[in-house]
């Protein structure tokens, strides 16, 4: 069963910087996250989840929603289970819980849809000064 974890999140002034990892574990044989596409999405309370970024597992191509482009970006790390998400310039409204979630049936467009099928815990951030 894949298995995804969240960590990096927390509390950060507004301009700040945080930097988010995504864990993945449970592949079968050979198989790491770098073969899956993989997506961040955020959520507010009483809002719908949102789709911030994501990375192709074929090219890893990256796409961003509107709101953080140019100032989030979605790569891949040197350990082939870990996928990151850098958030610069935060601002109040990036403030929620990020997910990390993959599939590798799911296909990262921009889009952002939120059909995937594995998903991790979530990681609280919060922008404020």
């Known amino acids: 069963q894949v298995q995804l974890v969240e960590s990096g999140g927390g509390l950060v002034q507004p301009g700040g910087s945080l930097t988010l990892s995504c864990e993945g574990s449970g592949f079968t044989s050979d198989i790491t996250l770098q073969y899956f596409p993989v997506g961040w999405f955020r959520q507010v309370p009483g809002q719908r989840r949102e789709g911030v970024a994501c990375i192709n597992n074929a090219d890893d191509n990256t796409y961003y929603a509107d709101s953080v482009k140019g100032r989030f970006s979605v790569s891949r790390g040197s350990a082939k289970n870990t996928v990151y998400l850098q958030m610069d310039n935060l601002k109040p409204e990036d403030t929620g819980v990020y997910y990390c979630?993959?599939?590798?049936?799911?296909?990262?467009?921009?889009?952002?849809?939120?059909?995937?099928?594995?998903w991790g815990q979530g990681t609280q951030v919060t922008v404020s000064s």
């Open positions: 979630a993959t599939d590798f049936h799911w296909i990262c467009t921009r889009r952002l849809n939120a059909n995937v099928d594995y």
